[in-house]
């Protein structure tokens, strides 16, 4: 068994980093909310890798690459959401036009996708 303090620094990194995506969101930096989303579920899936494993993670930032990995059993809901927050992870890290994410990720969407992260997250950490 992997020591307890290993995953869990990252379920806490994870934590944090939603905390930031809710801060982001209640700001008005909607992109930002997003990317932080992509970051903590990134984090709380390298935390299970480690508990399920006890392999520390590569540096990928792929959401896909950790849950096939793991041949984690998501449903389909879950993985969809997954696969998108996955895709959108690199336009809303390095946009090639801001204004034009401004515009596709508005309050209404990114609160959604806010609200599915929550779910996923805790979903993972009962893993």
């Given amino acids: 068994m992997v020591a307890k303090n290993l995953y869990e620094e990252w379920y806490f ?7 930031t995506a ?7 930096r909607e992109v930002y909310c997003i990317f932080m ?10 935390g299970l890798l480690i508990k399920l494993t006890g392999e520390f993670p590569s540096k ?3 959401l896909i690459y950790f849950v096939e990995k793991m041949g984690l059993e998501l449903d389909d809901d879950y993985y ?21 994410l401004f515009a596709t990720y508005t309050k209404e969407r990114t609160e959604v996708i806010l609200k599915k992260t929550k779910e996923v997250q805790q979903w993972i950490k009962r893993q």
Avoid at 13 to 19: C, I, K, N, R, V
């Fill in 13 to 19: 990194q994870s934590d944090y980093d939603l905390e």
């Fill in 22 to 28: 809710e801060d982001m969101f209640r700001s008005g």
């Fill in 37 to 46: 989303c992509h970051l903590s579920l990134e984090k709380a899936l390298k």
């Fill in 60 to 62: 990928s930032h792929s």
């Fill in 80 to 100: 969809d959401f997954v696969f998108m927050l996955n895709k959108i992870s690199v336009p809303t890290r390095y946009p090639d036009d801001l204004r034009k």
